[in-house]
């Protein structure tokens, strides 16, 4: 396969996850192979080609997700203020969730995404703790804090932050006081 | 009906109740009646008298838990330290959750839980907001929130800090972090 070839294949297999995220957001597990192909514009043959089953194409959704979180976590490890690094990265993580559960809820009943997502987890939270550490190194977020507290924490705040009863105002009131409330004392 | 009679009709009642809990609790929505009555130190027919259909149990369940959690908001709404009354409701409530899950969970299959609540929580929201605006004057809460906020903290915190990897010690750090996110800067 040239490079060219190659490219190709990798920007069709980001269309296809990427058209079949917004359309099972929307429209549930119902959605029908075709109309995947036909919004990222690709052949039916070639969402088969990337995904045999639907089994497939629904953990490469829960992966991509997750190493996008990921990736959005190192860029943050590599910011020059360690302590709005590690707070921006929970803000973007708490904002970026009610999109993720929309596609998650859905795609839960059909694959182990507990399971999917184990596989990248460990360099998930290993990419958190150095933000995490390195926040408290500077001294901007309280030392008594570990990797299970920030995890609650944004667990916790990715679900109660994104009912559909919280408007946007609220919730950047709810993720300020939490961020205030991971500053020493 | 004499006095006795109606104190003894109110004491077979929530001994039923808090066997149903407790049973729900630990083995779903399949225990058979015979065994909430046997718990409860009552005859089946007793059971049937005060609840005619499983319905009907489930929904004075999900009645009794928030009446308790708006008993509870009361009292610390009455406490001398008017913040330490509402960290410590907030505190109450999170723990609370742990246990309510188990029960709501399972019940929330059977009958909608948000309808049943629905006719309680003006009172409880009521409750609540005057809890949050009374340490708010005295000077020890951000003034810069409000009931919703409070809401969503709270629902959230019960979610996260509640979750099966949550041990007490993250928990309890958990909600400090959270406690102290709502105190003014």
Known sequence: MTETLRADARRNRERILEAAQDLLAARGLSVP??????????????????????????????LARMEHLVEIAKEFAAGAD????FLAFMRTTIDRAAEDRAVMERIGDAVDVHEVKASIKVELDETILALLRRAQKAGGIRRDIGLPEVLALLSGACVGFNAPNVDAAVRARGIDVLLSGLRPA
């Open 33 to 62: 192979i075709d109309d995947i192909a036909h919004l990222a514009g690709v052949g039916v043959g070639t969402v088969y080609r990337h995904f045999p089953t639907k089994e497939a194409l629904y953990e490469a959704i829960v």
């Open 82 to 85: 360690p302590v709005e690094s």
